[in-house]
């Protein structure tokens, strides 16, 4: 009887053994594994392998611009959508901010209301100027993961000039 106990007792000890051998295998595995995909997420970070990637995150409303410009400002595809996205975003904000001026100042809102259909009218802007925004963001989107140059057309070489010719006159 003290012998199947004691039997008992070795094997149980063996098996908790194999247990904790194993367990320590997988941790050993596991810091092996979660190293090497760190090495690699540092490489592929440094080796600017997703400029597409970082291209397609400057149409992210105010922050992607921003994150490319600061981070990813030496990339061409990346700095070329950045700055598509930042003029189509100042566009459909002006467009959003005249409108909200004309509904909100008390004076101007007032007089607008009297007549009948401006409030409509006020609304289909809004509602066409967020299908559009929605749009051309989606189309950059769909172009920059591509690694293509796209533009919303007539706006960017609209801004481009104007932008460029006032860094020109300011640097003279």
């Known amino acids: 009887m003290e012998e199947d106990k004691n039997s008992d007792n070795k094997s149980h000890n ?4 194999k247990i ?17 995909l ?12 997703n400029e597409n990637l970082y291209a397609s995150l400057s149409y992210f409303p105010v ?3 921003l994150i490319v410009f600061i ?4 990339q061409k595809i990346s700095k070329y959508h950045a700055e598509n996205a930042m003029y189509l975003q100042g566009f459909f904000f002006l ?8 509904e909100n100042i008390p004076l ?25 925004y929605l749009t051309f963001s989606f189309m950059g989107v769909y172009y920059s993961s591509k690694g ?11 801004c481009d000039k104007k932008f460029k010719k006032n860094k020109k006159s300011k640097n003279n």
Do not use: C, M, R
């Open 38 to 49: 760190s090495e690699n997420i540092h490489e592929s970070l440094e080796e600017d392998t």
């Open 14 to 17: 063996d098996k908790a053994e």
């Open 63 to 65: 922050l992607g611009p």
């Open 108 to 132: 101007i809102s007032h007089l607008l209301s009297a007549i009948l259909f401006i409030p409509h009218i006020t609304n289909a802007i809004l509602y066409v100027n967020t299908a559009g």
């Open 71 to 74: 981070f990813k400002k030496n």
């Open 95 to 102: 467009i959003w901010f005249s409108v909200w001026l004309l």
């Open 148 to 158: 293509q140059k796209w533009s919303v057309p007539f706006l960017y070489d609209f």
């Open 20 to 36: 904790k051998n194993t367990g320590k295998k997988v941790w050993d595995k596991s810091k092996e594994s979660i190293k090497h």
